[in-house]
């Protein structure tokens, strides 16, 4: 214990017997420093606990039921896909054909879906296919109509 600090102030480590100065401060050096305790290290903290506790009386929660199988995704009329590739296909390739040809698939489609009652879809893809089709066929009818007219007057101006 010589080289630790008496634990009271009042004890001297090497005083004299008349309980005189401490032989540090008689020889004019500092007294020796103790090192500092090292912080207190906590406990390994408690796991939390959990919410309720599964021994406080109470029943288990109710598992819930598992989740209802799902129906496979009813399947897409094929002449409703083949009308509205034609219909938009109009417009690039001869412009008439392909348009009146979607057109009458596109009624396939739509009587196919209706007796499906629910299990064929695609009523989307039909009333696209017949609003392309009938504007395709209505412009290239505009069209003729206006160039007839155009041809129709340059005959008679030219006469």
Same mark, same amino acid.
């Given at each position: 214990?010589?080289?630790?600090?008496?634990?009271?102030?009042?004890?001297?480590?090497?005083?004299?017997?008349?309980?005189?100065? !401490? +032989?540090?401060? #008689?020889?004019?050096? @500092?007294? &020796? *420093?103790? =090192?500092?305790?090292? %912080?207190?290290? /906590?406990?390994?903290?408690?796991?939390?606990?959990?919410? !309720? +506790?599964?021994? #406080?009386?109470?029943? @288990?929660? &109710? *598992?819930? =039921?598992?989740?209802? %199988?799902?129906? /496979?995704?009813?399947?897409?009329?094929?002449?409703?896909?083949? +009308?509205?590739?034609?219909?938009?296909?109009?417009?690039?390739?001869? =412009?008439?054909?392909?348009?009146?040809?979607?057109?009458?698939?596109?009624?396939?489609?739509?009587?196919?879906?209706?007796?499906?009652?629910?299990?064929?879809?695609?009523?989307?893809?039909?009333?696209?296919?017949?609003?392309?089709?009938?504007?395709?066929?209505?412009?290239?009818?505009?069209?003729?109509?206006?160039?007839?007219?155009?041809?129709?007057?340059?005959?008679?101006?030219?006469?």
């Amino acid at each position: 214990m010589s080289d630790q600090q008496p634990q009271n102030p009042d004890e001297n480590q090497t005083g004299d017997a008349a309980g005189g100065t !401490p +032989a540090g401060e #008689a020889s004019g050096l @500092p007294e &020796p *420093v103790t =090192p500092a305790e090292p %912080p207190a290290v /906590p406990e390994a903290a408690a796991p939390p606990a959990t919410w !309720p +506790a599964p021994d #406080a009386g109470q029943p @288990p929660a &109710p *598992v819930p =039921p598992p989740p209802a %199988p799902v129906a /496979p995704a009813s399947p897409t009329s094929s002449n409703a896909i083949v +009308a509205l590739i034609l219909a938009i296909a109009s417009w690039a390739i001869c =412009p008439i054909v392909p348009a009146i040809v979607a057109l009458v698939l596109a009624q396939s489609a739509q009587r196919e879906i209706a007796a499906g009652q629910g299990r064929v879809q695609g009523a989307g893809l039909v009333t696209a296919a017949k609003i392309v089709s009938w504007i395709n066929i209505g412009f290239w009818a505009a069209l003729l109509v206006i160039g007839g007219f155009v041809v129709l007057l340059a005959a008679v101006a030219g006469s």
